[in-house]
């Protein structure tokens, strides 16, 4: 069936530090739209970023995701991780279902 | 951006009890979206509909009846709750036309006893 993996359920990184959140997936429908969501403690999620072009760098807030339908990978990176980045991350991917398909979430720990 | 609300915010129930959830979305987007959030699973699609009168499957819907009133409006049923039913409940809607971002509301907490 369909998925989205993220590898690490928890991430732990310092302050000023690179961090990579991995997300692979594997779908067999055609995918239209690949997405970030953050959810702060005690929020709902929000979309970071989103693309839907292969090898294309996208940005926002500091981070960036560049599409490789080669690997099927979708990997969140940022060059300095900031203590505000501390949150849930999902990776999502959808198509011509409408249906968003998530993993499981990446908890990012920021420490100073 | 799309507006999306919920209530109530919180809810207390017991085994065996009748609870609705309530979603608005004031953006007039065609889909709309139930999710679970429970540690360890990440968010799990239960229904959603595209829209007045629809209703599809999603992942986990066994316990949950919805509806969709409106193009605004859309509920979730649980008739005879479980404290497997406790949980964390989000709602969200997507414009369904060119766009595929989907946009939450603040969820509902609840918790069957």
């Known amino acids: 069936g369909d998925s989205v993996t993220q590898t690490e359920g928890l991430v732990t990184v310092t302050e000023g530090l690179p961090v990579k959140l991995n997300c692979t997936y594997q779908?067999?429908?055609?995918?239209?739209?690949f997405f970030w969501y953050v959810q702060y403690l005690n929020e709902a999620p929000q979309v970071l970023l989103r693309?839907?072009?292969?090898?294309k760098r996208t940005e926002h807030q500091g981070f960036h995701a560049t599409l490789h339908k080669s690997s099927s990978s979708f990997h969140l990176q940022k060059s300095s991780a900031q203590l505000s980045d501390s949150a849930l991350y999902y990776c999502g991917v959808t198509g011509n279902t409408r249906k968003l398909i998530f993993g499981l979430g990446t908890t990012l720990q920021v420490q100073p | 951006e799309a507006a999306v609300t919920q209530s109530p915010r919180n809810k207390v129930t017991v085994t065996g009890g009748n609870v609705t959830l309530s979603c608005r979305q004031t953006n007039s987007h065609n889909y709309m979206y139930w999710y679970r959030q429970d540690t360890g699973h990440g968010l799990r699609l239960i229904h959603y509909s595209y829209g007045a009168g629809n209703l599809q499957i999603g992942d986990v819907p066994d316990g949950y009846k919805a509806t969709r009133t409106t193009q605004e409006d859309f509920f979730l049923l649980l008739e005879l709750a479980s404290p497997s039913q406790t949980s964390l409940y989000f709602c969200a809607s997507s414009p369904g036309t060119g766009a595929y971002e989907q946009y939450f509301g603040p969820g509902t907490r609840l918790t069957v006893l």
């Open positions: 693309s839907s072009t292969d090898n």
């Open positions: 779908t067999t429908y055609l995918t239209i739209a």
